[in-house]
Structures are given as C-alpha cells and as structure tokens.
C-alpha cells in the first residue's frame, strides 16, 4: 500500500521504503535546524529550572529539612543517567520525535504511540497550569482579571511558536537567562552573609543550620523519601532538549555538549542554591506553598526580594508554557506521520513549524485555563496531578530504549553510537531501579496517590484508542513490529 506525508507547503513526500529509518535529520522532517549552540545550551539549563525549584521547595524543605540536599543530588545523579542514555540515542539517530520514535523502534509500536500521546497530554497539562500560574503572578503588580491575563500570555507564546522555531529558541533563551541569573544572584548573596554579616540574617547566618535544628535529617530517612516526587518533579522537563534533536543546526555537537551540563548545573542550581539558603535562613523557617526564595529575602529583610522573586516565577511558568507550545506541536506531528494521529497534524508553515499540532494544543491550553478558572476543585487537581506519573513514563521509555539498542549495538545489529552513556546499562537499570522506588513512594503518599488512580484509565483510553487505529489501518507499519535496517542510519554516526 502506497502512503504520502504532507510537506511543508502541504504537497506531500513520499514515504520511506520498508525497513528504513524514516527520519534522519530536519530537513528528512521538513523542519528547519534553526537552534544554535547557546540556545540549545539555555534550553537545557532552562528545563531543568523551574516552579517546581522556585515554588515547590518551600514544600520539600518543610518535610526533609537540609536533607532535601541530598535528595536532589541523588535524583540529579539519576537524571544525569537518564540525560545519558537519552544521549546515546539522539546520536544513534537526531529526530524531533525523540523517545517516542525510540519507543516506538525499540519497545514497539504501542510503546511508542503510549509515549508520544502520553508526553503530548502532560506538556499539555502543564501549559494549563502555567499559564494559569503566570496569570496569578500577574495580579501582584495589578488589579487584572486572571483570564484576560492567560489569554494574552497563551496567543503571544502560540504567535511566537509559529512564527519560527528560532523565535521560539530566542524566547526560551531569555527566559532561562532570567531564572539562571536569579538563582546565581541569591547564591551571591547568601555567600555574601555567610561571609561578610550584612543583612538583618547576618548575626544569625551559619553554615551550622544545617545539622543544628533538629539534624541533617530532622524528620528521619522515610520523611526525605516522602520528597522524592516533589523532588523529581521538579526536574520534569530537562528531557525537552531531546526533542529539539530534529531542530538543531548541528545535533552532533550541540546535545552532547548541552547534555554534559547536567552535573554542574544541579550541582549549581539545586545543590548550591539549597546549602546557601538552608545556611543564611534554619529549615523551620520555609512552609509549604511560599517560594523558599521569598521566604529567605523576607528574612534577610530585602523588601524588593518579594517583587523580583515574582517576576523570576512569572517567566519561570511562561518558560513552562513556551516549552509546552513547542513540544506538543513536534509530538503530535510525528504520531502524525507514523500513521499513529490524525494526518491533519503532520502539516508544516512555510516556516517548518508545525501549525495544526500547536494550534489545537493551545486551544486545549485555553479550555483548560476557561475550566480552572470556572470550576477550580479537585477535579481539575486530579488531572493536575498527574502530570508528574506522565512525564516520568518518557523517563522509563528512554531508558528501557536505550537498554534495547546498546544491547543490539553490541551485537553488531546497529551502529554504535558516537556519545555512548558511561556505565549503561547498568547506569540506566539504577536509574529505572530509582524510578520504581519514587512510584512506590507516590502510592504511600495520600496527596501523590491520585496521579496513580489516573494512570490506569489513560492507559485504557489509549489501549482502546490504539486498536481502532490498527483495525482501521492494518497494514501500516506503525503497527506491526518491522526491523529497521542500520543502512538508513547518518553515515556520521557509524562507528
């Protein structure tokens, strides 16, 4: 049976052979590789700084005290694994589709339409409650109505989207600026009363509010496990720079390099800015739902703290967003073109930007700003909720894929890849080992548990889904297990 894909200006491309890779590169997708080295760079960093750090801390802190520290070291390591093993499969092949396509060629068709469906609803999820967050934030400076706030914020991020990708990797580029100079400005300044006494913090400062209120692990072991979700969710998004692979000006170069961040930039981000502010200002001090970072102005007695912590969050949620618009938009269109979507999405602007994919994510985004803001119960948190179980199933799948393909690497069935993950696949069975345990500790937390309740019946709607796209299309090959053959693989990533 002979298929088409529709290119850019909406004639169509003719479908690859049986056996080959179908995508290789951008201009292979009909995308443009607009994304340079230091946007690629603030993508990375920009992901994985968010709310979750900004917002969500204030929680962790209160439950684990200074021994969240350590939580976020060992999750950081995890991610590190994680960011590795995606690594090694963006250099094996670079697309947009990302671990859905690894899904989807190294699991199986139903992994991959589980992955790109699933990874579609959570940035869809989480440009609802962005927006909404960033519309919050709006009111400290005036008196607006929080609707009219997100409606503006969702048609500029949208505009900004289709115009082109390099708009977007500009947008992502200053945001992430933002956040980056915000949170290495707080480590200055603690590290300026730690050492020199200045502030209404600086008689009391010390390195010793570490180990002196209550201990390093004040509420036990099990209360720092009990963080694990807030703690991983707060890195959700650091894979984004995977689906940027089709889009790079040179993959090759620019993802490891921006891969090979993620130490320092925990390191940096988390670890550092935790021990800066957990020694100016004691643990007890933080409650849940205050940002730590306006907690610790509050307390240095810098009434302007309050005022630029706000705007840092307020880019911090439309950074969210922006992402949001970008991924779901490059998701939808390659379930698209694996015959696993409506072929309405796989159409491109004469821009290389996927228009009906982000338009009709954005719409999404907008109902469900009109739904949180007309109804906001706990129906609306439960599917809130699960954003986190979501974006950790990409997490599962890119290393279950990465798993599967070293091992057939090995065997001499692929190319190995250039940028192999250090100490897979023993790396990344720790990594899926640490995942496990955090699941596990989302169903002893009665606030986690009903991302856990959601999961089942979105599995069930996508069981269903799956069968009646296979029923009606039987002979595509999106649904039946195919060998890839290696002959279609970039000649650069033969080794």
């Given at each position: 049976?002979?298929?088409?894909?529709?290119?850019?200006?909406?004639?169509?491309?003719?479908?690859?052979?049986?056996?080959?890779?179908?995508?290789?590169?951008?201009?292979?997708?009909?995308?443009?590789?607009?994304?340079?080295?230091?946007?690629?760079?603030?993508?990375?960093?920009?992901?994985?700084?968010?709310?979750?750090?900004?917002?969500?801390?204030?929680?962790?802190?209160?439950?684990?005290?200074?021994?969240?520290?350590?939580?976020?070291?060992?999750?950081?390591?995890?991610?590190?694994?994680?960011?590795?093993?995606?690594?090694?499969?963006?250099?094996?092949?670079?697309?947009?589709?990302?671990?859905?396509?690894?899904?989807?060629?190294?699991?199986?068709?139903?992994?991959?339409?589980?992955?790109?469906?699933?990874?579609?609803?959570?940035?869809?999820?989480?440009?609802?409650?962005?927006?909404?967050?960033?519309?919050?934030?709006?009111?400290?400076?005036?008196?607006?109505?929080?609707?009219?706030?997100?409606?503006?914020?969702?048609?500029?991020?949208?505009?900004?989207?289709?115009?082109?990708?390099?708009?977007?990797?500009?947008?992502?580029?200053?945001?992430?600026?933002?956040?980056?100079?915000?949170?290495?400005?707080?480590?200055?300044?603690?590290?300026?009363?730690?050492?020199?006494?200045?502030?209404?913090?600086?008689?009391?400062?010390?390195?010793?509010?570490?180990?002196?209120?209550?201990?390093?692990?004040?509420?036990?072991?099990?209360?720092?496990?009990?963080?694990?979700?807030?703690?991983?969710?707060?890195?959700?998004?650091?894979?984004?720079?995977?689906?940027?692979?089709?889009?790079?000006?040179?993959?090759?170069?620019?993802?490891?390099?921006?891969?090979?961040?993620?130490?320092?930039?925990?390191?940096?981000?988390?670890?550092?800015?935790?021990?800066?502010?957990?020694?100016?200002?004691?643990?007890?001090?933080?409650?849940?739902?205050?940002?730590?970072?306006?907690?610790?102005?509050?307390?240095?007695?810098?009434?302007?703290?309050?005022?630029?912590?706000?705007?840092?969050?307020?880019?911090?949620?439309?950074?969210?967003?922006?992402?949001?618009?970008?991924?779901?938009?490059?998701?939808?269109?390659?379930?698209?073109?694996?015959?696993?979507?409506?072929?309405?999405?796989?159409?491109?602007?004469?821009?290389?930007?996927?228009?009906?994919?982000?338009?009709?994510?954005?719409?999404?985004?907008?109902?469900?700003?009109?739904?949180?803001?007309?109804?906001?119960?706990?129906?609306?948190?439960?599917?809130?909720?699960?954003?986190?179980?979501?974006?950790?199933?990409?997490?599962?799948?890119?290393?279950?894929?990465?798993?599967?393909?070293?091992?057939?690497?090995?065997?001499?069935?692929?190319?190995?890849?250039?940028?192999?993950?250090?100490?897979?696949?023993?790396?990344?069975?720790?990594?899926?080992?640490?995942?496990?345990?955090?699941?596990?500790?989302?169903?002893?937390?009665?606030?986690?548990?009903?991302?856990?309740?959601?999961?089942?019946?979105?599995?069930?709607?996508?069981?269903?889904?799956?069968?009646?796209?296979?029923?009606?299309?039987?002979?595509?090959?999106?649904?039946?297990?195919?060998?890839?053959?290696?002959?279609?693989?970039?000649?650069?990533?033969?080794h």
């Amino acid at each position: 049976m002979t298929s088409t894909q529709v290119g850019k200006d909406g004639g169509d491309l003719p479908t690859p052979p049986t056996g080959a890779h179908p995508r290789t590169d951008g201009h292979g997708e009909g995308y443009q590789r607009a994304l340079g080295a230091r946007q690629i760079q603030m993508i990375a960093i920009g992901g994985a700084i968010g709310t979750g750090l900004f917002l969500g801390a204030g929680k962790a802190i209160s439950k684990a005290g200074p021994s969240l520290i350590l939580a976020y070291a060992i999750a950081g390591l995890v991610i590190f694994f994680i960011m590795r093993a995606l690594g090694e499969l963006l250099m094996y092949r670079p697309v947009s589709g990302s671990f859905a396509e690894y899904a989807r060629e190294f699991v199986g068709p139903f992994a991959g339409f589980v992955t790109g469906w699933t990874y579609w609803l959570f940035w869809v999820v989480t440009g609802i409650t962005e927006v909404t967050a960033a519309a919050t934030y709006m009111t400290y400076w005036w008196d607006i109505p929080q609707w009219l706030s997100a409606l503006v914020f969702t048609v500029i991020l949208y505009g900004a989207n289709l115009i082109s990708v390099k708009l977007f990797g500009e947008l992502e580029f200053w945001f992430s600026m933002i956040k980056v100079t915000a949170i290495i400005g707080m480590i200055l300044i603690c590290a300026g009363i730690l050492t020199i006494g200045f502030s209404d913090a600086g008689d009391t400062a010390t390195v010793a509010h570490l180990w002196n209120e209550g201990g390093f692990f004040p509420e036990g072991v099990g209360g720092t496990l009990m963080t694990l979700q807030i703690v991983m969710f707060a890195f959700l998004a650091v894979e984004l720079v995977g689906v940027t692979a089709g889009e790079s000006k040179d993959p090759e170069k620019n993802l490891p390099k921006a891969i090979n961040t993620v130490p320092w930039r925990i390191a940096v981000f988390y670890v550092g800015a935790l021990i800066m502010i957990l020694s100016v200002v004691p643990w007890t001090t933080f409650q849940p739902g205050v940002s730590p970072f306006v907690a610790a102005f509050e307390e240095m007695g810098f009434a302007l703290g309050a005022a630029v912590v706000n705007f840092v969050v307020l880019t911090a949620a439309l950074s969210s967003c922006n992402s949001g618009m970008y991924s779901t938009g490059r998701m939808l269109r390659d379930l698209a073109l694996n015959s696993q979507g409506p072929a309405v999405f796989t159409r491109l602007t004469s821009r290389g930007t996927p228009l009906i994919g982000t338009t009709f994510s954005a719409a999404l985004m907008l109902v469900g700003v009109w739904i949180n803001y007309r109804w906001p119960g706990e129906a609306f948190t439960y599917v809130v909720s699960f954003a986190t179980i979501s974006g950790m199933w990409a997490w599962i799948m890119i290393l279950v894929s990465q798993i599967r393909y070293r091992a057939r690497a090995d065997r001499g069935e692929l190319p190995r890849s250039p940028f192999r993950a250090p100490g897979a696949p023993f790396t990344s069975w720790f990594a899926l080992s640490f995942i496990g345990m955090v699941i596990v500790m989302m169903a002893v937390d009665e606030d986690a548990r009903i991302s856990l309740y959601c999961a089942p019946v979105w599995a069930l709607l996508l069981g269903v889904s799956f069968l009646v796209l296979k029923r009606r299309n039987p002979d595509a090959a999106a649904f039946s297990r195919q060998k890839r053959s290696s002959d279609a693989v970039p000649s650069d990533a033969r080794h």
